[in-house]
């Protein structure tokens, strides 16, 4: 008999907080919207899953593990059962091991949240009841994401262009996926609603907290369906975002954030009496953690790096630069610390027939198509920045290509035979 429980733990920062998501300092100094850990837990006999979403930019890989053994001591549930999930919206901090600018590792705030995170697994255990699956998936009425990728008419690719260069542009390089996947648990003491959709997460900006459009997804969902909880998870974004360039319009701040929120929630509403019956007697995960080497070329030109990015923290250059120049000059900055090899987080897990797929960064557009080819038949949830947080996962093809996200990676092309491969391993039925 499957059960599903649900909780949500306030986790909004105090005053001050650092705010993560660019290449500036940006301090807390207001909220638009509470910040919140949500949690649904589902059991099956002796079987259980716990799935955890926390407004945060990022969830580091140490920290993110040490939360799932604490889970996993205080509920029996085996860490690899939990798939802990970050939304990376760019108005929340970043609690990780690293230290640094935009990054939360100590404090009061920190150790909070820790302990709030295995709160909600006990306390959505604990709210666990008889549970009937109900499942549907469609494209959202109005596109809202796109790839933020652009063949140029010059040959060249470029990460957010610029509206103003709209005329400059070819092609975006891959196609978005605009597909709203609900999973509607029924019980006696209220429905639980888990959607799923996949786009970046950066539509505010600023220096007041908000979960962004992921939180109006969450909110309008409630507010349309009386007495149901709602969780929302975010797919695999690394390359989407929601400017159209080619349009020519921008289209940024709050008011869009609802806007998205609310072209999301009209999925998941049109879908609502549409969805079928799934019998689901059994769930799970497995996780594995793929070593690959780090990205080491640009090292014969630390000094000139350090020394350029050290004068953009300084604010001596005497210009604006693109994203791109500022993530090629960190990474080969940050490459005297960095490790040989680096973990990759994959995930693998499922509810019935329900196939989910977690990866810890944030993956291109493409392994979403990747992942569902494992099992084409099967419905499938991606989890971005699951288990753990590595950076751009692009793919081999994007290296060569360029652009902001390969630019800033700090993998190899040979990071996508590593992860197709394993979720292949882990997700086959």
Known sequence: ????????????????????????????????????????????????????????????????????????????????????????????????????????????????????????????????????????????????????????????????????????????????????????????????ALVNFACHPDVIGGEFVSADWPGFVRRYVEADHPGVSCIFCNGFQGDSNHHYYQSGIARRG???????????????????????????????????????????????????????????????LDYEPHMTELAANRRVKMLRDAPIFRPVVVSAGHIGDVMLAGLGGEPFTYYIRAAKAVNPDKMLLTFCIANGYGGYFPTAKAFDEGGYEATASPFTPVLEGEIVSTMKKLMKA
């Not at 549409?274 to 080497?293: D, F, H, L, N, Q």
């Open 1 to 192: 008999m499957l059960k599903a429980g649900f909780a949500r733990l306030d986790m909004t920062p105090p005053l001050g907080a650092i705010i993560a998501g660019y290449f500036h300092k940006r301090e807390m100094k207001g909220i638009l919207d509470p910040l919140s850990i949500n949690a649904i837990a589902l059991t099956v006999g002796e079987e259980k899953l716990i799935i955890i979403t926390v407004d945060l930019m990022a969830l580091g890989h140490e920290r993110n593990l040490a939360l799932r053994k604490a889970i996993e001591a205080k509920t029996g549930v085996p860490a690899d059962c939990v798939i802990l999930q970050a939304i990376h919206q760019h108005t929340a901090p970043c609690i990780t091991e690293a230290v640094g600018l935009c990054y939360t590792n100590d404090g009061t705030y920190h150790d909070l949240f820790m302990q709030k995170v295995v709160d909600a697994a006990v306390l959505a255990l604990d709210d666990a009841a008889e549970a009937a699956l109900f499942v549907g998936e469609e494209e959202v009425p109005e596109k809202i994401s796109f790839v933020r990728r652009y063949w140029m008419k010059s040959g060249i690719v470029e990460t957010n262009p610029g509206f103003d260069r709209a005329a400059e542009i070819d092609r975006p390089c891959d196609e978005p996926d605009n597909t709203v996947h609900l999973l509607r648990f029924k019980r006696e003491k209220g429905d639980i």
């Open 254 to 316: 709050y008011k869009h954030s609802a806007h998205m929120g609310r072209v999301v929630a009209d999925g998941v509403k049109s879908l609502w009496e549409k969805v079928t019956p799934m019998e689901v007697t059994s769930v799970g995960a497995k996780v594995e953690t793929i070593y690959t080497r780090t990205r080491m070329d640009g090292v014969e030109d630390y000094d000139k790096c350090k020394a350029w990015y050290d004068d953009y923290e300084a604010g001596r």
